[in-house]
């Protein structure tokens, strides 16, 4: 009698929880207890300060979700931040993804070179990036937003991309990049940083 009733309190607690779950579902996700550990190097909130951390707040959370479970499943490596991937459940890389998502992007501090910048929105029209990573490179699911993310980040990325240094695009930026020359990039970077 007494096991009965532990079992109808919990299964009272957990329709309780699923209901407030729903109840919650339009305010700001809450913080997982995970995001301590990678603010230490992407910045309080993802905001990150320093260029090799790439900003995660205002990223997608489709795409931090999807690079995570590539991180975590060996598709995308880095020496630093693969070992932040291992031990993580789906839904903690999905709780991760939204709660970086939804904080606010930093202000870009980059020096940009007009000239360069110019030069790196004409190459960005020809080779008709924005198709998929909309107009602004603000980005969409999938798709990162790239518009004020720094200037190494980006270099480093579309080079790694060239390399077959990164291969999990399934093929979209490897081929995109082969047709960018190291100026070309240098420009997209001038270009994107800036935005
Ligand atoms: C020790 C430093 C470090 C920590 C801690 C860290 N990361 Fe990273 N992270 C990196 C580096 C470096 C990169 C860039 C790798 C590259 O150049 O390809 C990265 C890349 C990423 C990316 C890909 C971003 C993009 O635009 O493609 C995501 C998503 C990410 N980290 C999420 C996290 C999350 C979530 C945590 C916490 C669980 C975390 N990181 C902890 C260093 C770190
Ligand atoms: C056919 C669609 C498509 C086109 C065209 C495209 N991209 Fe991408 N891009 C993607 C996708 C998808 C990803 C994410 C790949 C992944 O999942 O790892 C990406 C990733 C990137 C990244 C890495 C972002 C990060 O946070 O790590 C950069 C930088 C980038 N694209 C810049 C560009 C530039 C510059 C152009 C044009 C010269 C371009 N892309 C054209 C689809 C596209």
């Given at each position: 009698m007494r096991r009965w009733m532990m079992q109808g309190a919990l299964a009272g607690a957990l329709f309780m929880s699923a209901w407030g779950l729903a109840a919650a579902q339009d305010a700001p996700p809450a913080k997982p207890a995970k995001a301590v550990v990678c603010e230490s190097c992407h910045g309080p909130g993802g905001a990150s300060t320093?260029?090799?951390?790439?900003?995660l707040a205002g990223q997608t959370a489709r795409y931090l979700y999807l690079q995570l479970k590539d991180f975590n499943e060996g598709r995308r490596?880095?020496?630093?931040?693969?070992?932040?991937?291992?031990?993580?459940?789906r839904d903690e890389m999905r709780e991760l993804g939204?709660?970086?998502?939804?904080?606010?992007p930093p202000v870009s501090s980059f020096k940009v070179d007009a000239e360069k910048a110019k030069r790196g929105q004409a190459k960005a029209e020809e080779t008709l990036c924005t198709m998929c990573h909309l107009g602004g490179f603000a980005g969409q699911n999938e798709v990162p937003?790239?518009?004020g993310q720094f200037y190494e980040y980006i270099v480093k990325q579309l080079t790694d991309f060239r390399e077959h240094k990164r291969t999990n695009?399934?093929?979209?930026?490897?081929?995109?990049?082969?047709?960018?020359?190291?100026?070309?990039?240098?420009?997209?970077g001038h270009f994107l940083a800036g935005l």
């Open positions: 320093q260029p090799q951390y790439p900003v490596s880095d020496p630093l931040m693969s070992p932040m991937s291992t031990d993580m459940t939204a709660w970086f998502a939804a904080q606010k937003k790239v518009a695009d399934a093929g979209t930026m490897s081929s995109v990049s082969g047709t960018l020359n190291d100026a070309d990039i240098d420009a997209l």
